[in-house]
C-alpha cells in the first residue's frame, strides 16, 4: 500500500546550524507534498508545500526539494533558531482529487541554544 | 473566524463506553477528515469525507463510525471505546482534494480508555 517514510526520527542541531529532513514514498502517483510543523501541545500546520512540476521551493529559511525519479523529498531549514525546536511530519498526496494523505511518522527537532 | 473547532479537549472513557467527537468548520471547505496521533506513529487518517453527503475509510477505521452532518460538521463515534483507542484526535478540513489538500487542523482531543 501507500507508504511515506520519514528520516531521522530525532535531530539535534546547534542555533544556527541547518536541519535536513527526508522523506521517500511509494505511490508514483502522489504530486502533491506538504510539510507541517507541530509545536509541542499544538495542531499541525503547513509551513511549506511543494507539487510535482517543480523541484525546489523557497520560502525564507526553509526549503524543500523533490526527486520524483527517486521518489524523495527534503525538508532543509537553515540559520535554526530555538523557536524551530517542533515535530515535522511530511506528507504525500494522490494526483487529481486524492484525499488519502499519507503522513510519515515525524521528526522531533531540538535546536540548542 | 474560528477555523476548526474540536469538542472536547479531554476526555476520558471506560473500557466499553462510548462517545462522539464534534467537529466544525467555518471556512466553507469541502473535505474534513479525522486523524488519530499516537507517539513514533504520525498522523493516522481514520476517516474522511471528501464533500458534504459522503464518507469513506482511511487507514485506520475499524472500532470507529463518522457522520458528515452538513457542510460545517464531521463527527466522530466511538461505540464502544477499547484502550487501544487511547490517543489524540485531529479533525481537519481542506477546500477540496489533490493538490488542494492543504488540511487546516483543530487543536486535539486526548482521549484516554481506561
Known amino acids: 500500500g501507500e507508504n511515506v517514510e520519514q528520516h531521522p526520527s530525532t535531530l539535534s542541531v546547534q542555533e544556527g546550524d541547518s536541519a535536513v529532513i527526508k522523506c521517500t514514498y511509494s505511490?508514483?502517483?502522489?504530486?502533491?507534498f506538504p510539510w507541517y510543523k507541530q509545536e509541542l501541545g499544538k495542531r499541525p500546520q503547513l509551513i511549506i508545500d511543494?507539487?510535482?512540476?517543480?523541484g525546489e521551493k523557497k520560502d525564507q529559511r526553509i526549503a524543500v526539494t523533490l526527486n520524483k525519479t527517486a521518489k524523495h523529498f527534503s525538508l532543509h531549514i537553515t540559520e535554526t533558531q530555538p523557536e524551530d525546536s517542533a515535530v515535522y511530519f511530511c506528507?504525500?498526496?494522490?494526483?487529481?482529487?486524492?484525499?488519502?494523505?499519507?503522513f510519515g511518522a515525524g521528526t522531533r527537532l531540538f535546536v540548542k541554544a | 473566524n474560528a477555523g476548526v473547532t474540536q469538542t472536547p479537549k479531554f476526555q476520558v472513557l471506560k473500557t466499553g463506553q462510548s462517545m462522539t467527537l464534534q467537529c466544525a468548520q467555518d471556512?466553507?471547505?469541502?473535505?474534513m477528515y479525522w486523524y488519530r496521533q499516537d507517539p513514533g506513529m504520525g498522523l493516522r487518517l481514520i476517516y474522511y469525507?471528501?464533500?458534504?453527503?459522503?464518507?469513506d475509510k482511511g487507514e485506520v477505521p475499524n472500532g470507529y463510525n463518522v457522520s458528515r452532518l452538513n457542510k460545517r460538521e464531521f463527527s466522530l463515534r466511538l461505540e464502544s471505546a477499547a484502550p487501544s483507542q487511547t490517543s489524540v484526535y485531529f479533525c481537519?478540513?481542506?477546500?477540496?482534494?489533490?493538490?488542494?489538500?492543504?488540511?487546516?487542523f483543530g487543536q486535539g482531543t486526548r482521549l484516554t480508555v481506561v
Open positions: 481537519a478540513s481542506s477546500v477540496a482534494g489533490g493538490a488542494n489538500t492543504e488540511a487546516f
Open positions: 505511490d508514483s502517483a502522489s504530486n502533491y
Open positions: 511543494i507539487r510535482s512540476n517543480v
Open positions: 506528507a504525500a498526496i494522490h494526483n487529481t482529487g486524492g484525499f488519502k494523505t499519507i
Open positions: 471556512m466553507n471547505h469541502n473535505s
Open positions: 469525507s471528501a464533500s458534504e453527503g459522503t464518507t
